[in-house]
């Protein structure tokens, strides 16, 4: 027994001197820790200075792009509300025929269904100058319309004034801007875009519009724009939005 109780203590004093060597490596593990968790802290925060310095890099460049090359502006048209002028030239129009005018004002038929538009007839949005405008609805088909009337009348067009031409001209330019603001803020667009060339029959032109509504979509997801100013079928409206002063996260 005695033999026996002294190698017990023997082998317990193994383990102690083991016990206290782990405890040492133990603590040595836990200072490289906190250093590696101060250096990582510090990493962080630097990190994270420098996507400020980048973002505001970015919203720089972006807003001097749209202030200088792309300017987006709204811009006030003189028609008034069918409401209002009825109601002015009928003072016994009842409120319910009121109401019902207004209503179908803000609403447009637009590719086989009815689609509400509460800046319909208001306002046009503008892109590089007053001239160039797209319909707020969304409503391209002056185009082409366009474009098939040309396949059946010869000869130059002299409509210098024609809608189609702004609405190409308008849609060529946002598409201009979009690619740009893709490189500016590294982001990725899901389609391919396909402007600035020859006459795109119907199929086509609509095809590339919708790629061009959701790439910008896509730029106002990833810049956290407000969900409630956005509108699927709102091309410039939608950009305005993007490249505005307002929108607090431009360039993350």
Known sequence: DTEGL?????????????AQRHQEKKEKIQRHNRRLGDL??????????QYEHLANLRRTHILELTSVIFPIEEVKTSMRDP???????DNAMTSSTVSKLAEARRTTYLSGR???DDHNGDTSISITGPWIILPNNGDYSAYYNWVEEK????????EHNNPAHT??????????LVNTLSLILDVNLPKKLEFCGENLSRHRFTRAVKKLNANILHLCFSQHVNLDLLHPLHTLRNLMYLVSPDTENLGR
């Open 6 to 18: 002294l190698r017990i203590k023997e082998e317990n004093q193994k383990h102690y001197r083991r």
């Open 40 to 49: 990582v802290e510090k990493k962080t925060y630097d990190l994270k200075t």
């Open 83 to 89: 409401a209002d002028v009825s109601s002015e030239s």
């Open 114 to 116: 009815w689609v509400c």
């Open 151 to 158: 396949k059946t009348t010869q000869g130059p067009d002299m």
């Open 167 to 176: 609405i190409s001209a308008a849609l060529c330019y946002a598409t201009q």
